[in-house]
């Protein structure tokens, strides 16, 4: 199991940016395809970025894309994402997420860390 805490979050006006951080404890994750994932008030939780375990192949939700960067470093058992031109619309508490190589599930959480983006 791997322990996933997440920083990086907070209040910026539209069009600024932030950048999470989510370390990892536990296990290396250079066996775990890593993700952030979001849920805004009264909706279901989202997936915003994916990153691979090998390739560094990463996909994107349609909203995000060209604003969002995810990123990994495996030496230091962490993963990003780069968060620019926010809009309110992305205000929601951001998770991290991995999930084993060749797993179907992402199954291990951090407890998320707040991003709010006032118009």
């Known amino acids: 199991q791997v322990q996933l805490v997440e920083s990086g979050g907070g209040l910026v006006q539209a069009g600024g940016s932030l950048r999470l951080s989510c370390a990892a404890s536990?296990?290396?994750?250079?066996?775990?395809?890593m993700g952030w994932f979001r849920q805004a008030p009264g909706k279901e939780r989202e997936r915003v970025a994916t990153?691979?375990?090998?390739?560094?192949?990463?996909s994107y939700a349609d909203s995000v894309k060209g604003r969002f960067t995810i990123s990994r470093d495996n030496a230091k058992n962490t993963v990003y994402l780069q968060l620019n031109s926010l809009k309110p619309e992305d205000t929601a508490v951001y998770y991290c997420?991995?999930?084993?190589?060749?797993?179907?599930?992402?199954?291990?959480w951090g407890q998320g860390t707040q991003v709010t983006v006032s118009a």
């Open positions: 997420a991995a999930r084993y190589k060749f797993l179907s599930n992402y199954n291990d």
């Open positions: 536990g296990r290396s994750i250079n066996n775990y395809d």
């Open positions: 990153i691979s375990w090998i390739g560094m192949t990463t």
